[in-house]
């Protein structure tokens, strides 16, 4: 199946929603969300792996392509359909080496120079990011803004999911900002019921 990139990117998290991965999973497919990442901070790798396996029989029930945040090992041991870097991850080229041609791979970049580099290696979209100030993270990098947002799209040829502090109101300036995709936790995930949440954004970016 060719990689699209959906205009809603759901991110897990279960410290945030205080739900299970798989249960998030059933809530934002609900919603209309077709590619989400799994994203796990605290959990032991044993404990990451368990829960990546359960949501990976919910992801194929529904339909939703699931990728792994950071750990390439327990993608590759769950069958994930990627796998998301970050900047002190593997290298792309060794991870692309490692899965083959068919999985999704993404990249975290936080300034032009490092979405760039990312257009030349082997990835499938190039996130950036903090669009906005953000909570999430326990050590963000510095905000880009989107006059940053808009150049870094205009230089780029892969497509670009923006994450960091997107929210519903602001999510249409981000999409015509440039971005081709946006990657939501805290909004959709705090703000009550996650599938109303996220059916919502689906219609606002349809």
Same mark, same amino acid.
């Given at each position: 199946?060719? =990689?699209?990139?959906?205009?809603?990117?759901?991110?897990?998290?279960?410290?945030?929603?205080? $739900?299970? *991965?798989?249960?998030?999973?059933?809530?934002?497919?609900?919603?209309?969300?077709?590619?989400?990442?799994?994203?796990?901070? /605290?959990?032991?790798?044993?404990?990451?792996?368990?829960?990546?396996?359960?949501?990976?029989?919910?992801?194929?029930?529904?339909?939703?392509? +699931?990728?792994?945040?950071?750990?390439?090992?327990?993608?590759?041991?769950?069958?994930?359909?990627?796998? *998301? &870097?970050?900047?002190?991850?593997?290298?792309?080229?060794?991870?692309?080496?490692?899965?083959?041609?068919?999985?999704?791979?993404?990249?975290?970049? *936080?300034?032009?120079?490092?979405?760039?580099?990312?257009?030349?290696?082997?990835?499938?979209?190039?996130?950036?990011?903090?669009? =906005? *100030?953000?909570?999430? /993270?326990?050590?963000?990098?510095?905000?880009?803004?989107?006059?940053? &947002?808009?150049?870094? /799209?205009?230089?780029?040829?892969?497509?670009?999911?923006? +994450?960091?502090?997107?929210? $519903?109101?602001?999510?249409?300036?981000?999409?015509?900002?440039?971005?081709?995709?946006?990657?939501? +936790?805290?909004?959709?995930?705090?703000?009550?019921?996650?599938?109303?949440?996220?059916?919502? &954004?689906?219609?606002?970016?349809?």
């Amino acid at each position: 199946m060719a =990689f699209t990139l959906p205009k809603i990117y759901p991110i897990t998290d279960t410290l945030i929603s205080g $739900l299970s *991965h798989a249960e998030q999973i059933k809530l934002l497919a609900a919603g209309g969300a077709s590619l989400i990442q799994l994203r796990e901070k /605290k959990a032991s790798p044993r404990e990451f792996y368990e829960a990546a396996r359960e949501a990976m029989l919910i992801g194929r029930r529904l339909g939703v392509r +699931i990728i792994i945040n950071d750990r390439v090992d327990i993608a590759i041991a769950v069958g994930a359909d990627g796998v *998301h &870097l970050g900047q002190d991850d593997l290298p792309p080229d060794r991870v692309r080496s490692l899965l083959g041609e068919g999985p999704i791979i993404g990249f975290s970049t *936080h300034t032009l120079e490092q979405a760039l580099a990312a257009d030349s290696a082997p990835v499938d979209y190039v996130a950036i990011g903090p669009v =906005f *100030h953000t909570s999430t /993270k326990e050590k963000p990098d510095a905000v880009v803004g989107l006059e940053a &947002l808009s150049e870094i /799209k205009r230089r780029i040829s892969k497509p670009l999911v923006a +994450i960091g502090g997107v929210t $519903l109101d602001r999510a249409r300036s981000v999409i015509a900002s440039g971005a081709d995709s946006v990657a939501i +936790i805290s909004d959709l995930l705090s703000t009550g019921d996650i599938t109303e949440r996220t059916r919502a &954004l689906a219609g606002l970016l349809r």
